[in-house]
Nanobody, 124 residues
C-alpha cells in the first residue's frame, strides 16, 4: 500500500489549489480516504473524507473544499478554493482501516496508511 500526496504550494489568500493523492496496492472502492492537515504546533486535523457514497468535511472547510475520486487513476483529489491563511499546513492523505462512518472519520487512529504530506502555504 502506498499513498503519494502532491499539489501543494504557495498561494495568495482567496486563491485555489488542487491536491492529489495517488493510491497503489488497493482499490479505492474498498477503503475510505481521508485528508488531514497539521500546522506547526497544532494537532493533526481531519479535513475531508471520501468513500463509496460518502463525503465528509470539517466545518472549517465546508463549502470551500471539495473531495472527489478518479477510480480509473486510483486517485483522490481535494479541490481547495477561497483559501485562507489559517489553511496553511502540511496536508496528508491516509487510507482508512475500513469504510468509516461520520463519527469515526476525523480520528487519525482509524487510518492504517499515510502519505508523505504536501505543504500548503496561504500568504500574501
Amino acid at each position: 500500500v502506498q499513498l503519494q500526496a502532491s499539489g501543494g504550494g504557495l498561494v495568495q489568500p482567496g486563491g485555489s489549489l488542487r491536491l492529489s493523492c495517488a493510491a497503489s496496492g488497493f482499490a479505492l472502492d474498498d477503503y475510505g480516504i481521508g485528508w488531514f492537515r497539521q500546522a506547526p504546533g497544532k494537532e493533526r486535523e481531519g479535513v475531508s473524507y471520501i468513500n463509496v457514497g460518502r463525503k465528509f468535511y470539517a466545518p472549517s472547510v465546508k463549502d470551500r473544499f471539495t473531495v472527489s475520486r478518479d477510480n480509473a487513476k486510483n486517485t483522490v483529489h481535494l479541490q481547495m478554493n477561497s483559501l485562507k491563511p489559517e489553511d496553511t499546513a502540511v496536508y496528508y492523505c491516509a487510507r482508512a482501516s475500513s469504510r468509516l462512518i461520520f463519527s469515526e472519520w476525523r480520528a487519525p487512529r482509524n487510518y492504517a496508511y499515510w502519505g508523505q504530506g504536501t505543504q500548503v502555504t496561504v500568504s500574501s
